[in-house]
């Protein structure tokens, strides 16, 4: 069964400060920006850049127990992952799971922008974390 693919979503940079960061992005290189947002759930705020495809989100956290505070204590600033847009997260999913693949989420949840969004688990993806999206 082939899914509908609407491209790719964004990337997420995980950054210890957006503000460090901000400048090449913005002003330097050009991209858009539509605003920072807090994602309450995953302890992160996210800066977000349109390169008028995919868009840029530079994720910053909020908590020292935020999983991004993790990422960064064990590899510094850095690509944390790249999402992919779906027609039907449901159906990629059960896809997955159908072939034995390790999710992070095995059900979606809600993500930035109230987004419906699952992580497969970089450990089946050849080390990226991977975000499905719809
Ligand atoms: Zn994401």
Do not use: W
């Amino acid at each position: 069964m082939a899914n509908k693919i609407n491209g790719l979503d964004h990337i997420g940079i995980a950054v210890k400060s957006i503000d460090a960061q901000l400048r090449l992005y913005k002003d330097l290189i050009g991209l858009e920006f539509e605003g920072i947002e807090e994602i309450a759930e995953q302890k992160v705020k996210a800066a977000i850049l349109d390169t008028g495809d995919a868009k840029i989100e530079l994720i910053e956290p909020t908590t020292d127990d935020s999983p991004i505070s993790k990422f960064l204590d064990k590899k510094g600033d850095g690509l944390h992952h790249i999402a992919i847009a779906v027609e039907n997260i449901e159906s990629v999913i059960e896809n997955l799971m159908a072939s034995g693949v390790r999710m992070i989420d095995e059900k979606p949840r809600i993500g930035a922008h109230n987004k419906k969004i699952a992580f497969i688990h970089p450990k089946a993806t050849g080390g990226i974390l991977v975000e499905i999206c719809e």
